[in-house]
């Protein structure tokens, strides 16, 4: 008799109220993050002949890579899909999952022309130079 427990309806709506949100949030703080579940970060460093960015890309190959410069801003994309398959006795098991991510930083003064992009490690580092700046502002005299 001891081992009957009466069923709590108070409880079970406690939980369907919104704590579960409350757990996923201290799950995603505490989970140490990975590139399939954020985007990639990025360091951007710049000295007066050009711009470097290093993106954290661990796991990914040259192919999934994408870097794009318009207008200044330079977009590096990755798109990475992955297939499982298994066959054992009686039973056959597939995954499949794709996804893709991206990041855009915009580089006013980027020489397009001059681009160097390396992978090594699963960091990817773009050496962007610098056009020389035209100079857009001036003194008007006055008639």
Do not use: C, W
Not at 45 to 67: F, H, N, R, T, V
Request: charged residues 40%.
């Amino acid at each position: 008799m001891a081992g009957l427990i009466p069923f709590n309806r108070r409880g079970r709506e406690l939980m369907n109220s919104g704590f579960e949100d409350f757990y996923n949030v201290l799950d995603d703080f505490f989970t140490p993050r990975s590139i399939d579940r954020s985007t990639f970060k990025l360091d951007v460093q710049e000295d007066e002949k050009q711009y470097i960015i290093e993106a954290e890309m661990p796991g990914a190959k040259k192919e999934e890579i994408s870097l794009d410069l318009e207008d200044g801003r330079l977009t590096i994309s990755l798109k990475r899909e992955e297939n499982t398959e298994e066959t054992r006795k009686n039973y056959l098991h597939r995954e499949r999952r794709a996804f893709s991510m991206s990041r855009a930083i915009y580089l006013a003064d980027a020489k397009p022309d001059d681009i160097k992009a390396k992978l090594d490690n699963g960091v990817l580092t773009v050496s962007v130079l610098k056009q020389d700046k035209q100079v857009s502002a001036r003194r008007i005299e006055i008639e």
